[in-house]
C-alpha cells in the first residue's frame, strides 16, 4: 500500500514540544513540513535513503532533481561537502540565509545517494528561520528539504498551502505563519574564475558579486539539471499563464503589479521585494479564484525581479 496517499496529516503550531514531535517523526524515517525564510520545506534525514524517497514519493519529485541539504551551520556544513575559500567566503557573507551552494560532496559525508540524484555534487544551505533552526538542533542531523509542495507546483509560503497540495502524504506540518521571502534560495556552483548562478532568489548576482569579487553568470537552459529548482516546467498553477499582461481577457485573473492594479496586485508600490514575499501566494488565490485563465502583469527584470520573473516563465512554461 502507498502510505503516502493514507497518512493523516496534522497542522501544529511552532513550539518546543511540537520541533520535538517533529525531531521524533524524522528520526523514524519520516518527512515533515517546516517553514524556512524562503518557503515552507518538506523534511527528512538526508542520511536515511528510506526517509529521501518518502520526500520524493509524496512529492511525485522526478528522480533526476536533486534535493537541498540543511545544516545548521558552516562547521556541520563542512562536513558534507568541500569548501575553498571562496565558498567559505560566501557562507560568511550569507548563512545563516537564502544562498545554496553546490559543491563537491565529500566520500565520508553519509547522505543518501538519492539527495544528490547520483551527482558527485550537493546543494547544501543554512536557514535563517527559527522554526528550521529548531527542528535541525532536535533532529540533529542534516535535513534534505525541498519545496513542501507537489512537484512542479506552486511553492507554500503558507502552512495551508502545504495541506493543499500535501495532506494525506504527510505526518505533519508546524505553521508558523507566512514565510518571510516567499521566494526560494538563490543556488550558486563555482567556475574557475566565476559564479554560476543556477537559480536565482533573494541573494542577487549584484550582492554575490560585492562579497566575492567575482562575476556571476547565468545557466543556460540547455544545460544539464545540476542542481534544484532547474526543471523547466516548475512552479505551475494548473491553469495557462500569460506574461506581461497590461490589459487582460474578461476570463483571465490578472496580478498586477505597480501601475497595472488587476484582481490583486503583488505589490501596487512597485516593491520588489513585497512582490516576491506576494508571489506564490496570489499564484495559489488566482488558481482557486473562478477564472480559467490566468494573466500577469510585467515586472521589471532587475534584481529580485530577475527571480521573480524566472518562476513566472516557469509557471507559464507548457509542456
Do not use: C
Not at 143 to 151: D, I, K, M, T
Not at 168 to 194: C, H, K, W
Not at 208 to 228: G, K, N
Not at 252 to 262: D, P, R, S
Amino acid at each position: 500500500m502507498n502510505t503516502a496517499t493514507t497518512l493523516q496529516t496534522r497542522i501544529l503550531p511552532f513550539s518546543d514540544e511540537n520541533i520535538a514531535e517533529a525531531a521524533r517523526l524524522i528520526a523514524k524515517g519520516m518527512v515533515v513540513a517546516i517553514p524556512t525564510e524562503t518557503v515552507y520545506g518538506l523534511a527528512g534525514d538526508a542520511q536515511n535513503g528510506e526517509a529521501v524517497a518518502r520526500i520524493y514519493e509524496a512529492k511525485g519529485r522526478p528522480g533526476f532533481n536533486p534535493l537541498i541539504v540543511h545544516v545548521p551551520d558552516l562547521a556541520h556544513a563542512e562536513r558534507l561537502a568541500v569548501f575553498d575559500d571562496r565558498a567559505r567566503a560566501l557562507a560568511n557573507a550569507f548563512w545563516p540565509g537564502a544562498l545554496t551552494m553546490v559543491l563537491p560532496v565529500r566520500g565520508d559525508s553519509g547522505l543518501s545517494s538519492l539527495v544528490t540524484a547520483g551527482l558527485d555534487t550537493v546543494a547544501i544551505r543554512v536557514p535563517a528561520h527559527r522554526a528550521m533552526r529548531a527542528l535541525l538542533t532536535a533532529a540533529d542531523r542534516p535535513l534534505a528539504a525541498p519545496s513542501a509542495n507537489a512537484s512542479g507546483r506552486i511553492s507554500p509560503t503558507r502552512a495551508d498551502h502545504v495541506a493543499l497540495s500535501l495532506t494525506g502524504r504527510i505526518p505533519l506540518i508546524i505553521d508558523d505563519n507566512a514565510t518571510g521571502l516567499g521566494l526560494e534560495s538563490t543556488i550558486i556552483s563555482f567556475g574557475p574564475d566565476d559564479i554560476h548562478l543556477l537559480r536565482p532568489g533573494p541573494i542577487t548576482a549584484q550582492a554575490l558579486t560585492a562579497a566575492s569579487h567575482l562575476p556571476v553568470t547565468e545557466r543556460r537552459h540547455d544545460e544539464a539539471i545540476t542542481a534544484p529548482g532547474q526543471l523547466l516546467s516548475h512552479y505551475a498553477p494548473s491553469k495557462p499563464v500569460r506574461l506581461n499582461v497590461t490589459s487582460p481577457a474578461p476570463d483571465e485573473y490578472l496580478i498586477g503589479f505597480g501601475a497595472v492594479a488587476g484582481d490583486a496586485s503583488l505589490s501596487v508600490d512597485g516593491d520588489l521585494t513585497q512582490a516576491a514575499a506576494n508571489l506564490f501566494d496570489l499564484l495559489h488565490r488566482a488558481d482557486a479564484a473562478p477564472k480559467p485563465r490566468i494573466a500577469i502583469a510585467p515586472i521589471t527584470d532587475e534584481g529580485l525581479g530577475l527571480a521573480i520573473n524566472d518562476r513566472l516563465r516557469r509557471a507559464a512554461h507548457q509542456e
